[in-house]
């Protein structure tokens, strides 16, 4: 070791002297500079990256920033709530030109992605309704597969599962955790709303707690102006006169997607496109 050591410095030494500085050969730049101390009258010689070199640091730091995305995305992937059926749906697998109700929502969604920020700035959501099996769930898995492959935090989930999610919060005791998840809901960037309406509200008490729930939900998302897209068998008059929604929710709904409500109809894709993502 030391050897290889008084071997390097001779080397250094002899460098110096000549004022030769070592080339590297691939790239024809010195990979050595010389420092000068004049004050201690010393000279020595230290090391500089060449091309090559900082080519390589620089793909290693591509490489690590690559794979830090890769994680975050499957992280926020992970708390997505995106069930299986919808986890691979996405702008580019989706078939269009089947239906033209369809395409016109898809294509809206498709520039919604593309301008996510702006949206996401404006607080401008999205409302799809229409008839069972026409593609709603469908497109806004795309849209929240597109916007977590760009890093952007999603949730996609119904009112059934909140509602099992915050009596599950009561039933462990954990108060805070309660809170917790309200804010989840309220401070994510996107939240789509699937299947609004399927629950029927009435005035008995049990709906009264589902009734409350919902509109918190929607008034935390509004008065935080945060995008919320929505998917539902009925038009926002029908969740009102049909199905019983408070018409206080409903009327911010109708404000937090004003110029973005799309009606899919025709046939159902179900049977369509089985099993071909
Ligand atoms: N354009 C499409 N390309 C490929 N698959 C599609 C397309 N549209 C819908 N599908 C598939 O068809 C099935 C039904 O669509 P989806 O679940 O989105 O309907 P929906 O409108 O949400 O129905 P519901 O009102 O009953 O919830 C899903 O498996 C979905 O992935
Ligand atoms: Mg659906
Ligand atoms: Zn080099």
């Not at 050591?5 to 730049?29: P, V």
């Given at each position: ?36 101390i004049p004050l201690m009258n010393k ?235």
């Open positions: 070791m030391e050897a290889i050591a008084s071997k390097n410095q001779g080397k250094f030494a002899q460098n110096i002297r000549n004022r030769e500085l070592e080339i590297c050969k691939i790239c024809g730049e010195p990979t050595q500079y010389l420092v000068n000279q020595f010689l230290a090391h500089i990256n060449c091309r090559c070199e900082r080519e390589k640091l620089e793909i290693q730091r591509e490489n690590e920033l690559k794979q830090e995305k890769l994680s975050k995305i499957a992280e926020l992937k992970n708390l997505s709530l995106i069930s299986k059926r919808y986890e691979n749906v996405s702008l580019e697998n989706t078939q269009t030109g089947h239906n033209s109700s369809f395409d016109k929502a898809f294509e809206r969604c498709k520039r919604y992605c593309e301008n996510h920020q702006k949206v996401y700035e404006n607080g401008n959501g999205i409302y799809l309704f229409g008839a069972k099996g026409s593609g709603k769930t469908h497109v806004t898995a795309c849209i929240a597969n597109e916007l977590l492959k760009k890093c952007v935090p999603v949730l996609l989930t119904n009112l059934f599962e909140i509602s099992k999610a915050v009596k599950s919060t009561f039933q462990n005791g954990f108060h805070e955790s309660e809170q917790e998840f309200f804010e989840r809901f309220e401070k994510v960037s996107f939240l789509i709303f699937d299947d609004l309406g399927v629950e029927t509200f009435t005035k008995n008490d049990r709906d009264t707690w589902l009734q409350t729930l919902l509109f918190d939900l929607i008034n935390r998302r509004y008065n935080a102006k945060k995008p919320t897209i929505f998917s539902s068998n009925y038009s926002l008059n029908e969740l009102v006169n049909l199905r019983g929604i408070s018409d206080r929710t409903v009327d911010r709904i109708s404000e937090m997607t004003s110029g973005a409500v799309f009606k899919f109809d025709g046939e159902s894709m179900r049977s369509k496109f089985k099993n071909i993502i």
